[in-house]
């Protein structure tokens, strides 16, 4: 008797034919493994057959659902808010929700740099090789070995041409904290060093070559003077920024007027670069048939500490006639105004009001820079 197994899954055939034929049992698995693929899955299928309407999609729970829904549910795992760069079109879509992100909701952290775009130069620095110690454009100066640096007026890109060029930083309570230091496009890497120069050791790192913002984040030593924030190499950049944390964020362009006043705290040079005496102060003469005066005027801003003081060639008058001034004598002045006794090459008159006058081509300067050789 031939039997079936398993049975025979259509109509009754008591009176058909069978036929028997020798082969392997894959070809039997085959057909089982087909039978549950279409018992598990026709129904899915047919429907993906079947076909949604526009702008649908086959989601999890074996339906059409909307796309523009299921993409405003989607979570976004995976989601960075570590890069605050602007975005680029190479970016992923959850990329630059990262970026936007982290954009605002942190923002912009100041620059601890004053001058970083080199737009002002009271000293007239045209470029080239600057002494230890010695001040280019304004908060700018170089390290222990000098630097040779020179600046492109119309794009402030800053070209180093070897040496360490050097910015001193007011900071308080900082010691221990990192900072991000950053420019635009490096043409080759730039080594940064952090640190006072006062036995309290320095951290250094390398901002690499390449477009766009490149940055690097240091550790700031036990500092107990100014933050020497100090670039190395020999390299085209431009924007340097220094900011607390561990990121870098965008560099904002400085207002001028604001930029000059930090400048002020430090540095002021008043140039008499017109062909006659131009007024820098007022004062009075000394007694009857003195030849000594007494000159002030008040610094643009406070300083930060009590300037060293150079005087050019300088006259006073007295409303009637100059009188030439033989000597400057600028003890009494301070961190807010220029004040000195004058030898004068004749009397003017007892206590009589003056007004002192720069002739061409002098100049004043206040100088109370952090020293940057250290």
């Not at 890497?189 to 006062?198: N, P, Q, S």
């Not at 362009?253 to 007022?282: H, K």
């Not at 090459?345 to 081509?361: D, Q, V």
Request: aromatic fraction near 8%; charged fraction near 10%; include cysteine.
């Amino acid at each position: 008797m031939l039997s079936i197994l398993p049975a025979y899954q259509g109509p009754t055939v008591t009176a058909g034919s069978y036929g028997l034929a020798p082969m392997q049992g894959y070809v039997k698995e085959s057909a089982d493994r087909l039978r549950q693929l279409v018992e598990q899955y026709g129904t899915i299928l047919a429907l993906i057959n079947a076909g949604g309407a526009p702008g649908t999609y086959f989601a999890w729970n074996k339906t059409w659902a909307d796309l523009g829904s299921g993409v405003r549910d989607s979570l976004l795992t995976g989601l960075s808010l570590l890069y605050t760069d602007p975005v680029a079109a190479t970016d992923s879509v959850l990329g630059a929700l990262g970026k936007l992100q982290a954009q605002a909701s942190n923002p912009i952290n100041t620059n601890l740099l004053i001058n970083s775009d080199f737009a002002v130069n009271q000293r007239g620095f045209a470029g080239g090789f600057l002494s230890p110690g010695t001040y280019g454009h304004d908060r700018w100066g170089a390290h222990t070995a000098g630097v040779n640096y020179s600046v492109n007026a119309s794009t402030r890109v800053v070209t180093l041409g070897g040496g360490t060029l050097c910015q001193p930083v007011e900071v308080a309570n900082f010691a221990g904290r990192y900072v991000t230091i950053s420019v635009d496009s490096p043409t080759a890497a730039i080594t940064v060093t952090v640190g006072d120069g006062a036995g309290a050791g320095s951290n250094s790192g390398t901002i690499t070559a390449g477009s766009g913002r490149r940055s690097v984040t240091l550790q700031i030593p036990g500092i107990t003077g100014a933050l020497q924030v100090r670039f190395s190499g020999n390299a085209s950049f431009s924007r340097p920024k220094c900011e607390a944390g561990l990121r870098a964020t965008p560099w904002q362009e400085p207002l001028v007027g604001d930029t000059l006043a930090a400048c002020l705290r430090y540095y002021f040079r008043m140039l008499n670069d017109t062909g006659s005496p131009r007024s820098f102060g007022q004062g009075v003469s000394a007694g009857t048939g003195a030849t000594a005066a007494r000159v002030n005027r008040g610094w643009p801003v406070p300083m930060r500490a009590t300037p060293s003081v150079l005087v050019g060639s300088s006259i006073v008058y007295d409303g009637a006639a100059s009188v030439a001034v033989n000597a400057v004598a600028t003890t009494y002045h301070t961190r807010f105004g220029f004040e000195a006794d004058l030898t004068l090459a004749s009397a003017p008159g007892a206590y009589k009001p003056l007004i002192y006058l720069l002739n061409a081509g002098a100049f004043v300067s206040a100088d109370a820079e952090l020293p940057c050789n250290v």
